[in-house]
């Protein structure tokens, strides 16, 4: 097995449905994946560390990593660079180890595009309703941003075709198990298995 | 969820690979599912149960359930008839529960003719050295008998194939989390998934 290949597993959703809460509870149980750290050029928020919550680029290094191709998606939100530097995934694939990147539907996109062999997961709440509760919830919002929110929402939804998986967000913990068993299904599907029993069986 | 048909699951692999330790141990633990039990012409061990273990059968009443097409799948075996029954298996499903047969691989391949959206998931010992000591194991076997099980182990892996996911039994306790990995997998599949959730964006 140690020839295998790691799965890069792609974790995406809708905004507010959870996925950072998702990924942490997941990066608490699970120390058999690996997790992508993404780079940034936003500012540290207070207790954020460099190469744990984010790699923290000036503006200049952003710029020179989209050019020398070296990240596997990146975006643009409010004036500041989000992107997935590769090497590391590409490195971790090659030992065999899986590694999970939490992003969103847009960088999922590029990654699909890119990466087709990867494990698209869309992380989804209950319903569309349940969804609105949640950003609600925050109480930050008024209700303009509220129903653009959910327009966005259903462009969205219509997303969701481009995915393998589709996760409901019901509970935290729930949705953490759904995700272990998608990774040990797809570690069981015959076409990554069936070459080393072949060779057991020539070798026998 | 409840309009979606439930999932038939068939667990198969070669002789010796330990398929009855396995669905046992996962009726242990998995109440979820539902188990298929098969109809049979031989006669009831001690401790057997019409029902339980069997359905178990005249030969006359078996061989009018083939004529009627009441078996998704049988066999016969040194003089004795084996076979699952339809209509369990069907009424289960449509009432949105999984099933799971435990059947030998032709049984399994039979099944995959009539039923091919089944998930078929393939029972493998660690290594065909492994199934080689299992075998002796048993300590009823000559060597010739062992040599001839060999080789139908090597034509069995051949069948792999034509299955969904390989499931190692290196130990039954992960076996069994595997299956129960396959299936909550399989129920969080887009393809299953995506009718409803277009049905919630269209309502809200």
């Known amino acids: 097995m140690k020839d295998e290949k790691g799965l890069l ?11 950072g809460t998702v990924c942490n509870a997941l990066r608490g149980v699970d120390t058999e994946i690996e997790y992508s750290v993404s780079a940034t050029t936003r500012q540290p928020r207070e207790g954020e560390a460099n190469g744990v919550n984010y790699f923290f680029k000036t503006k200049q290094e952003f710029e020179q990593m989209i050019e ?6 990146w975006a643009k939100y409010v004036d500041n660079y989000y992107g997935t530097p590769l090497d ?3 490195e971790t694939i090659e030992k065999g180890r899986d590694i999970i990147l939490e992003i969103e539907v847009q960088g999922a996109k590029k990654v699909k595009e890119r990466y087709p062999e990867g494990i698209f997961i869309f ?5 569309l309703a349940e969804l609105r509760s949640r950003i609600v919830g925050r109480g930050t919002e008024n209700e303009d941003l509220i129903n653009k929110r959910m327009t966005v929402a259903r462009e969205e939804l219509e997303m969701m075709e481009n995915y393998d998986y589709v996760v ?3 509970e935290v913990d729930k949705a953490v ?9 797809e570690h069981c599907k015959k076409d ?7 060779q057991l069986a020539e070798v026998e």
């Not at 597993?9 to 996925?19: R, T």
């Not at 992380?123 to 319903?127: C, E, F, N, V």
């Not at 990554?192 to 072949?198: G, H, V």
């Open 9 to 19: 597993i792609v974790l995406s959703g809708p905004a507010g449905v959870g996925k």
């Open 68 to 73: 020398e191709n070296k990240l596997l998606e």
């Open 88 to 90: 590391y995934v590409v």
């Open 123 to 127: 992380l989804m709440p209950p319903s």
């Open 168 to 170: 409901e967000n019901d």
């Open 177 to 185: 198990d759904r995700i272990q068993a998608i990774v040990t299904a």
């Open 192 to 198: 990554r298995l069936i070459e080393k029993y072949k």
